[in-house]
């Protein structure tokens, strides 16, 4: 993946958090279907499918936005989870 890890576009920030979020909401929904359907093939191609994207877009937006958790992004030599606009803030600066 060859993307550029700078961008201050606040419809680019509002598109990669709404894709994150999306993409979140359905590894959650299927996760709750996967425990009762273990062994359905289609729901567990699904879920690879959504983890696939949703690391995708959550790398993308950490790269060029910073981090979305205080897991996420501290292989650096400060802290930037406390330094960084806070992903649900929508008054970007």
């Known amino acids: 993946m060859n ?3 700078s961008n201050n576009n606040n419809n680019e920030r ?4 709404n894709a994150v979020s999306q993409f979140g909401f359905a590894l959650s929904d299927i996760t709750l279907y996967l425990d009762t359907h273990p062994q359905d093939q289609e ?3 699904y879920y690879r499918r959504m983890n696939q994207m ?4 959550s ?5 060029k ?11 650096e030599d ?3 989870w406390s330094t960084q606009t806070w992903p649900w803030e929508r008054g970007f600066y």
């Open 3 to 5: 993307m550029s890890c």
């Open 14 to 17: 509002m598109r990669l958090l």
């Open 43 to 45: 729901a567990l191609d």
């Open 54 to 57: 949703y690391q995708k877009a």
């Open 59 to 63: 790398a993308e937006y950490e790269c």
């Open 65 to 75: 936005f910073g981090p979305l958790t205080q897991f996420s992004g501290q292989n």
């Open 78 to 80: 400060i802290w930037k």
